[in-house]
């Protein structure tokens, strides 16, 4: 079945890259590209509806999170669907809660953004980024040290045996921040359980055991 998707990206270079890719996952697609805001509107606005944006957050005519808010007011069918280098969980987290259908970071490669594409069109919520600390490890360190503040945090609560819904109280959350900063540490310490977390933060020397305070 035939379907519309615009990739809005003011980088020519990333919408080329962007529409292969959908080429080859979407063959009978029909794939326009814009480079402002101003061009998403006047694309969305006009013709049949349009299935997927392919946004960035970084990107001409957008001023503020709203936008994100207000595409989602106008266009209700449409899986919007942002892909940026912003990293910090925060903004990510506003983005998803403004209405966006999911989060792919442009550092992810080109499986894994052709993968959580295609999860995000069948209907799931996906947020899948790697921040560069992620990959710039240094090798002489434990797997906890690898670990941001803000994630020694929720793992110290974690061993303390809090919920998702605690940890978000204590720090001043979402859970939904909480849930995406517990996948990333279990995928940082290679463990597969919050339990498997605990008992490596419990036995680790090197790390502060006070939960949710952050090292000095």
């Known amino acids: 079945m035939t379907c519309r998707v615009i990739v809005a990206?003011?980088?020519?270079?990333?919408?080329?890259?962007?529409?292969?890719?959908?080429?080859?996952?979407?063959?009978?697609?029909?794939?326009?590209?814009?480079?402002?805001l101003e061009e998403v509107l006047s694309l969305a606005r006009s013709g049949a509806e349009v299935d997927s944006l392919i946004l960035d957050l970084r990107f001409p005519g957008i001023k503020s999170l709203d936008v994100i808010k207000q595409l989602r007011q106008e266009f209700k069918r449409t899986s919007i669907i942002v892909v940026?280098?912003?990293?910090?969980?925060?903004?990510?987290?506003?983005?998803?809660?403004?209405?966006?259908?999911?989060?792919?970071?442009?550092?992810?490669?080109?499986?894994?953004?052709?993968?959580?594409?295609?999860?995000?069109?069948?209907?799931?919520?996906?947020?899948?980024?790697?921040?560069?600390?992620?990959?710039?490890?240094?090798?002489?360190s434990t797997a906890l040290s690898q670990l941001t503040?803000?994630?020694?945090?929720v793992l110290g609560l974690i061993a303390a045996g809090k919920t998702n819904k605690e940890i978000a109280k204590e720090l001043g959350i979402s859970p939904f921040t909480?849930?995406?900063?517990?996948?990333?540490?279990l995928k940082a310490l290679d463990v597969p359980t919050r339990a498997?977390?605990?008992?490596?933060?419990?036995?680790?020397?090197?790390?502060?055991?006070?939960?949710?305070?952050?090292?000095?």
């Open 196 to 216: 498997a977390a605990a008992a490596q933060f419990a036995n680790d020397p090197s790390v502060d055991k006070w939960p949710g305070k952050c090292r000095t």
């Open 149 to 153: 503040a803000r994630q020694r945090q």
């Open 178 to 185: 909480v849930r995406i900063h517990v996948s990333s540490l």
């Open 9 to 36: 990206d003011d980088h020519p270079l990333f919408r080329e890259g962007m529409l292969r890719t959908i080429e080859r996952l979407l063959p009978t697609a029909i794939i326009e590209q814009a480079g402002n």
């Open 84 to 140: 940026s280098m912003v990293e910090d969980i925060d903004v990510i987290d506003q983005v998803m809660a403004l209405g966006a259908d999911g989060f792919i970071g442009k550092n992810i490669d080109p499986a894994g953004i052709a993968e959580a594409l295609m999860a995000i069109r069948e209907g799931e919520v996906v947020v899948k980024y790697q921040t560069e600390n992620s990959i710039l490890v240094d090798v002489e």
